[in-house]
């Protein structure tokens, strides 16, 4: 077996969504850490990915992160950008840092926002504590990198719009234009209206009225990686271990039309981000 660096898991599933010779967008299932890290060094999104695409992964090496461009938080699922190639990771970091890559994200929130849309600009910063005691218990009691707003922070932008709402609970489109620890779900919160099962930033009321993290990153947007190549507008489902939750609140599956009808388009984002 070859000796790489993140050690192989052929049993860490996940779907892909779009793959070119130089990158492959997959889909990475809430409760899977991207990486690895303390304590889990094998049953992450990477030790999958090394199953698959081990040797063009291992050549990429660790300074570019083994072709691993961006992260989700553990409880998050959805799209994950991964390059195959060191010209295509050199690209797409580029355009990662010039804010050219399109990233979308679906939330169920507690309540609704006082405007159907609108840009959130709050400074986020890092660090470490723990945020409940419910939490605490559950995580052995062990500090965890976490985020507030805070005028010590980092600019941080994320775009929304209202896509149903409901009495008590709301489907949300985000745009995360920067890129922060926590950077939805905290600006989410602080505009009230916390993301249903965040056990982080929100409230008893929120984290009691979802099996998990309603949070799914659904579309991303990449520029091309070589010549000839065209965008690459890459999109994910609705995930099926939260549809009950959209029943619950009354709203409905966003990537699906009401009745018998093909899936809708995904949005435009030209006409309401940044």
Request: proline share 8%; hydrophobic share 40%.
């Amino acid at each position: 077996m070859p000796n790489f660096s993140v050690e192989p898991n052929d049993r860490v599933t996940y779907a892909i969504r779009a793959m070119t010779p130089h990158v492959v967008v997959v889909d990475k299932p809430s409760g899977v850490a991207t990486q690895p890290g303390i304590g889990n060094d094998r049953n992450t999104l990477m030790s999958g990915l090394f199953a698959r695409f081990g040797p063009q992964l291992q050549k990429l090496g660790k300074a570019r992160d083994f072709g691993l461009l961006h992260r989700l938080d553990k409880d998050t699922s959805g799209l994950v950008v991964v390059a195959l190639t060191i010209a295509a990771y050199d690209r797409l970091r580029e355009a990662f840092e010039q804010r050219e890559i399109k990233k979308f994200y679906w939330a169920v929130v507690l309540e609704r926002p006082n405007a159907e849309q609108g840009v959130i600009r709050k400074p986020i910063l890092e660090y470490q504590g723990t945020p409940t005691s419910d939490r605490r218990q559950r995580d052995g009691g062990r500090t965890l990198k976490l985020a507030k707003i805070s005028s010590a922070g980092k600019p941080a932008v994320t775009a929304y719009r209202v896509l149903q709402a409901a009495p008590a609970a709301s489907l949300l489109e985000c745009r995360a234009v920067t890129g922060r620890l926590h950077q939805v779900r905290v600006h989410l919160a602080a505009i009230r209206c916390p993301i249903l099962g965040d056990e982080y930033y929100g409230n008893a009321a929120a984290r009691d009225n979802a099996p998990r993290l309603a949070l799914h990153a659904h579309r991303v947007v990449l520029p091309p990686c070589a010549e000839g190549e065209s965008e690459l507008n890459v999109t994910s489902p609705f995930p099926k271990d939260l549809r009950k939750t959209l029943t619950k609140f009354g709203l409905s599956r966003p990537d699906v039309r009401e009745g018998p009808a093909e899936p809708s388009q995904p949005a435009e984002p030209d006409d309401f981000a940044p």
